[in-house]
């Protein structure tokens, strides 16, 4: 069964940066994504950026991009999710997830998820 465990988050200005990241202990998906999405009160779950663990091809979601950055150590099969320029529109609680599709990583169908951390910016 998928572990997955996160760190990092918390509060920040707005300007600031910040850095979470996902460590999959065990997994059984064949070439997957990591990645993050994230839930603000009251709102949808949106698809923040993910990494293929195999590859290295990293997506990035349109309000990500140009502040965001994801990169990973394969070696202990960590993402990192590089957040600077941070608005006070990012706070929400960020989830990673691990899956086959990438669509299910960014979207919150994906099964294996960590536990989620909160990011709060202030302005």
């Known amino acids: 069964q998928t572990q997955l465990v996160e760190s990092g988050g918390g509060s920040v200005q707005a300007g600031g940066s910040l850095t979470l990241s996902c460590t999959a202990s065990v997994y059984s998906e064949i070439n997957p994504w990591m990645g993050w999405f994230r839930q603000a009160p009251g709102k949808e779950y949106e698809g923040v950026a993910a990494?293929?663990?195999?590859?290295?091809?990293?997506y990035l979601a349109e309000p990500s991009r140009g502040r965001f950055t994801v990169s990973r150590d394969p070696a202990t099969n960590t993402g990192y999710l590089q957040m600077t320029n941070l608005r006070p529109e990012d706070s929400a609680v960020y989830y990673c997830?691990?899956?086959?599709?990438?669509?299910?990583?960014?979207?919150?169908?994906?099964?294996?998820r960590g536990q989620g951390t909160q990011i709060t910016v202030t302005s």
């Open positions: 990494i293929s663990l195999e590859s290295g091809i990293t």
């Open positions: 997830a691990l899956h086959q599709h990438l669509s299910n990583v960014l979207e919150g169908r994906a099964p294996s």
